[in-house]
């Protein structure tokens, strides 16, 4: 695992999965063909598959040690979750666990987890199986999540015509997490200590969020 710093701010990749995600030609609005089959000699195979023509994506959160708090942002698919349709989250059965301790980290030393946004690829960790039960994994640690998201989705989730959004996962990632008195709805631009805050930003949900890192002068972008 390899180590990034943003001051005295260490940062660790935790990865879920890497592997085929979305065409080229779908992930890119101005792709072109020609120009792409021309750099394929060095993309290929490790960040194109040409025989699906979909980029090699990761999935993974970074797992962020202040000294004073211990953050992960984004939460990767989780396991054990049935998602019909979502060949790439469904009924998975990682060691994402076993990496994050690897890492030096057990899910009950997590104080936040903080979720850019609540896809399905972002949430899937908040929560675990346990005797039937969704529940959540860092039973310790406070949920971030933006309202503006949150709304959005519990809206379309409760609505029977447009319900279960994201593949399920609002209700066996988030919901339980809400239920369980953890989660932090962030509306609008936070501070959560003296090296990190939150504040809306572009993105593919109505409530993106972006994180915002600064330590000894040096400054990072979740």
Not at 85 to 94: I, K
Not at 111 to 123: G, I, P, S
Request: hydrophobic share 35%; glycine share 8%.
């Amino acid at each position: 695992m390899q180590d990034r710093r943003i001051g005295d701010v260490r940062v660790t990749r935790i990865e879920e999965q890497m592997g085929p995600g979305f065409p080229a030609k779908d992930f890119f609005p101005e792709f072109d063909a020609a120009t792409f089959k021309a750099q394929e000699h060095w993309l290929a195979p490790h960040y194109y598959q040409p025989e699906s023509g979909k980029l090699m994506t990761s999935i993974h959160s970074w797992l962020v040690r202040t000294g004073k708090y211990t953050i992960l942002v984004d939460a990767c698919s989780g396991n054990h979750k049935p998602r019909p349709g979502m060949p790439r989250f469904d009924m998975l059965d990682t060691k994402y666990l076993d990496r994050l301790r690897e890492a030096g980290v057990r899910p009950e030393e997590i104080d936040f987890v903080m979720c850019t946004h609540l896809h399905v690829d972002h949430v899937g960790w908040n929560t675990r199986l346990d005797n039937g039960r969704w529940v959540p994994t860092f039973r310790n640690a406070e949920y971030v999540f933006s309202k503006a998201d949150y709304d959005h989705y519990l809206k379309l989730d409760s609505d029977p015509a447009t319900g279960p959004v994201n593949g399920g996962s609002f209700r066996d990632s988030v919901l339980p997490v809400v239920e369980a008195g953890l989660a932090r709805m962030i509306d609008g631009a936070a501070r959560i200590d003296e090296t990190l805050e939150v504040e809306p930003a572009p993105g593919h949900t109505p409530g993106t969020i972006a994180i915002k890192m600064e330590s000894r002068g040096d400054k990072g972008l979740f």
